[in-house]
């Protein structure tokens, strides 16, 4: 019996070929399918400007640096996502606060940010959870009200669409947005991940930060003694993504339209199976958004079902089944609470859906054979 993770990658032929052909050409890094894969990234989300990184991580970094905001600065964020949404802040020097999020979207909630505004909010990082987008109209307006920088952490969101039909990250809504294309997310590239802008400046601030702050473009530099000629113009990190890493995103996003059609059905077919049980609240998908679905989220009342969430995931796993849980809230973590002085009772919905959730297998590889024991599984809890 195969073992069924709750997420993994979508590799075929022509992924496979992409990668030998560029292992074949001249260039291994730093070659033609880069900008290609930043072009590619650009003309499917309608943004004018991509720098493709070595990681989501990488992109939020670079994306919080680039706004260059005083070091006294906060930023808000949500507690219900990987760390390394408020890492980037905190490796800016900008303190993370964390905005409590909605009961039924799982997402940030934008009146819990108005709540935790303070004189020294200079950004809001929203982060949209499992592939639904949070309420960017609504976020986008606190933050021109109160003169805020915005970049969506869209890590799951790639091919997910606003209300309004525009796909996340066209940067409508924010200064910035960033995927990830780690195997566990919806397209990948094995690690990697990309910023992307409509905005020049902050375009060039991350080009220039992507490669260690060095520039060789002779409009830029104070000087031009010989061909050999570089300068330094700010302290950046080695940040780039490879050829390789390009090649196979631009074989990924061909099938991306694919991967959201499969995601969507089986997301569906989950909803309709689980629909008469009373202990399982399956996901709810806001009015108007289409979610490219990155998680299968349910919450569970383990009290109903007499069972702890950790002997549920073991019973599951011996059926074959693979779960996790999305996510333990940030303000939790023992570094967030030594260095912030944060902890349980901060944000209790989010710590109450925490104590409830776990997170199906979901991705576009996942066969109907399989799903159907995910299913049986799942209903043989009870
Ligand atoms: C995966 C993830 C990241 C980080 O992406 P990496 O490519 O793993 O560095 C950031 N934010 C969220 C919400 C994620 O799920």
Redesign the pocket.
């Known amino acids: 019996m195969e073992f069924i993770p709750y997420g993994r990658q979508w590799l075929d032929q022509d992924d496979e070929q992409a990668v030998l052909d560029t292992l074949r050409s001249d260039f291994l890094t730093q070659g033609p399918r880069i900008a290609a894969f930043e072009q590619a990234l650009c003309d499917y989300t309608g943004a004018r400007y991509c720098v493709a990184v070595a990681?989501?991580?990488?992109a939020?970094h670079l994306a919080v640096a680039a706004l260059e905001l005083p070091t006294d600065s906060e930023g808000i964020t949500t507690p219900n996502?990987?760390t390394?949404?408020s890492n980037s802040m905190a490796y800016c020097g900008i303190k993370p606060a964390f905005a409590d999020i909605d009961p039924v979207s799982y997402n940030i909630s934008p009146l819990e940010i108005e709540a935790k505004l303070t004189s020294a909010t200079r950004l809001i990082i929203p982060?949209h959870f499992a592939g639904q987008p949070a309420e960017m109209e609504q976020i986008s307006a606190i933050a021109s009200r109160h003169d805020l920088k915005v970049i969506e952490?869209a890590?799951?969101a790639i091919g997910s669409c606003y209300r309004d039909g525009g796909k996340v990250g066209n940067c409508r809504y924010s200064d910035a947005t960033i995927f990830?294309?780690?195997p566990v997310?919806t397209l990948t590239t094995g690690?990697?991940?990309a910023v992307m802008t409509n905005d020049e400046a902050l375009y060039h601030k991350m080009l220039l930060l992507r490669t260690h702050g060095i520039t060789k473009d002779t409009a830029l530099l104070t000087q031009n003694p010989g061909p050999w000629y570089y300068e330094m113009h700010a302290l950046g990190w080695h940040y780039r993504m490879t050829d390789l890493q390009a090649a196979l995103g631009l074989s990924q996003l061909k099938k991306l339209d694919a991967f959201k059609r499969r995601r969507r059905e089986i997301v569906t077919h989950y909803n309709q199976a689980f629909r008469d049980l009373p202990w399982l609240t399956p996901p709810a998908e806001a009015n108007g958004l289409d979610s490219c679905f990155h998680l299968y989220v349910v919450k569970i009342d383990f009290a109903a079902l007499g069972r702890t969430r950790a002997e549920v995931m073991q019973q599951l796993a011996a059926q074959g089944v693979g779960s996790q849980v999305h996510y333990i809230p940030v303000h939790t973590q023992p570094w967030y609470k030594q260095h912030f002085g944060y902890g349980e009772g901060d944000c209790p919905v989010a710590e109450a859906y925490y104590e409830m959730a776990l997170s199906l297998p979901l991705f576009a590889a996942l066969t109907e054979r399989d799903q159907a024991r995910v299913i049986n599984a799942v209903r043989e809890l009870a």
């Open positions: 990681s989501g991580t990488a939020l996502t990987f390394a949404s982060v952490d890590a799951h990830s294309f780690h997310k690690e990697g991940g």
